[in-house]
Antibody, heavy 119, light 109 residues
Framework: QVQLQQSGPGLVKPSETLSLTCVVS?????????WGWVRQPPGKGLEYVATTYHTGRTYSNPSLKSRVTMSVDIPKNQVSLNLTSVTATDTAVYYC????????????WGQGTLVTVSS | DIQMTQSPSSLSASVGDRVTITCRAS??????LNWYQQKPGKAPKLLIC???TLQSGVPSRFSGSGSGTQFTLTISSLQPEDFATYYCQESYSTPPAFTFGPGTRVDVK
């Protein structure tokens, strides 16, 4: 059974870069599927951030595209997210996810990391 | 961009009730529609993909239907563990946009 274990700081200052890492166990990220992030502002709904394939092909939310970078580390079986120039509106629970390209569904989720943007 | 709406935004129901949630897309998405359940403080869980395909392990009281622009999630007999927020998500866009609906909260009457 695939497991997604997230890590990263819970507090980021405005204008700085939010960085999160997701270690995947139980499945090799080079075997397929897309890997990425969905976020949820406190008390609000779900918002897609970005997903990437092990080849480096990346899709991202157009509203965030210019600030999002994703990377894949196959030997470590992990993916990482960098979101630059953050503001208070980027405060959210960030979930690491696995995306199934057959149905473009999210079939596995990490535990979630609350990231607060505040000075 | 495809926009997703859900109705109602919240509903109150009792154990044993039949519950129906509607999701609408701003344009046709064929059957490219997924449903998720989220309980407070937890990550969402995929219930149904491709409008009507129940995921492994999901109870059969959950069902999905629809195509085009209108979809429904039905819980045939609400159980205590079903009180949660439900989200639809379109999977039609290219490149994938994973656009979610705003959610429908199901709570105790």
């Amino acid at each position: 059974q695939v497991q997604l274990q997230q890590s990263g700081p819970g507090l980021v200052k405005p204008s700085e870069t939010l960085s999160l890492t997701c270690v995947v166990s139980g499945y090799s990220i080079s075997s397929g599927y897309y890997w990425g992030w969905v976020r949820q502002p406190p008390g609000k709904g779900l918002e897609y951030v970005a997903t990437t394939y092990h080849t480096g092909r990346t899709y991202s939310n157009p509203s965030l595209k210019s600030r999002v970078t994703m990377s894949v580390d196959i030997p470590k079986n992990q993916v990482s997210l960098n979101l630059t120039s953050v503001t208070a509106t980027d405060t959210a629970v960030y979930y690491c996810v696995r995306g199934d390209p057959r149905e473009w569904s999210v079939d596995s989720w990490g535990q979630g990391t609350l990231v607060t943007v505040s000075s | 961009d495809i926009q997703m709406t859900q109705s109602p935004s919240s509903l109150s129901a009792s154990v044993g009730d039949r519950v129906t949630i509607t999701c609408r897309a701003s344009q046709t998405i064929n059957m490219y529609l997924n449903w998720y359940q989220q309980k407070p403080g937890k990550a969402p869980k995929l219930l149904i993909c491709a409008a009507s395909t129940l995921q492994s392990g999901v109870p059969s009281r959950f069902s999905g239907s629809g195509s085009g622009t209108q979809f429904t999630l039905t819980i045939s007999s609400l159980q205590p563990e079903d009180f949660a927020t439900y989200y639809c998500q379109e999977s039609y866009s290219t490149p994938p946009a994973f656009t979610f609906g705003p959610g429908t909260r199901v709570d105790v009457k």
